[in-house]
């Protein structure tokens, strides 16, 4: 049996109802073949300020961009509009000094994005991937961009995601001869407008996710 689930849909099972859960799981086994493109532009425009050290100058383009894009369906309206939104609350979010006072030598071809637990593929598919040297010494770290603007993850669960992503970057970590980095493996809620960086003791949260993932592969006989 093959049990595999993304990372955003995980957060959405651990707190989910009975019901929910089954929804998430159901969702995974069965994804949908119409992938609505919401948050394309915000997403890239991140992903680009991010690799160029928090230059914002790429959000500015891209808002610039969407405000003067001719919309006339009600989803593509609403798309739009929290699309600019996005990238007005990523303003206000304050990449750590690492980042934007090192150079940053993007990843961009990465064959394995995944990591396992407890015999659950976990897709992280980390939006930015990067190694960088400090103190004469080369470190990687990635970040993962969260955008839901209806389903804001708390703190916890940001944390979550940044120690699952630190996982799979200690995992990918020799191929690059780099050393992972829990303060450079973050999670970025846009519409929370949080950044929250790895554990640096991970054991903990990590046994909570083996739970999580037994309880996944339960339900995912029955859903």
Aim: include cysteine; glycine fraction near 4%.
């Amino acid at each position: 049996m093959i049990y595999k689930i993304s990372i955003n849909p995980l957060i959405d099972f651990s707190k989910g109802t009975e019901a929910k859960k089954r929804r998430v799981i159901r969702d995974q086994k069965n994804p949908s073949v119409i992938k609505v493109g919401w948050y394309q532009t915000p997403r890239a425009c991140i992903k680009k300020s991010i690799s160029q050290n928090g230059n914002n100058e790429e959000i500015i383009k891209g808002l610039a961009r969407l405000k003067d894009k001719v919309v006339e369906k009600p989803r593509q309206i609403q798309n739009k509009d929290v699309s600019m939104e996005a990238m007005r609350r990523y303003l206000n979010i304050e990449l750590p000094e690492i980042l934007k006072n090192h150079n940053l030598n993007i990843i961009k071809k990465r064959s394995v994005k995944s990591t396992w637990i407890n015999d659950v593929e976990i897709i992280v598919s980390p939006d930015v991937v990067f190694t960088l040297d400090y103190d004469g010494v080369k470190y990687i770290g990635g970040v993962k961009v969260h955008l839901s603007k209806g389903n804001i993850f708390d703190l916890n669960e940001s944390k979550m995601v940044a120690t699952i992503l630190n996982k799979h970057i200690s995992e990918i970590a020799p191929k690059y001869n780099a050393i992972p980095l829990p303060e450079i493996c973050l999670s970025i809620d846009v519409f929370g407008q949080r950044i929250v960086s790895s554990a640096k003791k991970p054991e903990k949260i990590l046994k909570e996710v083996e739970k999580i993932c037994f309880e996944i592969k339960q339900v995912w006989n029955v859903a």
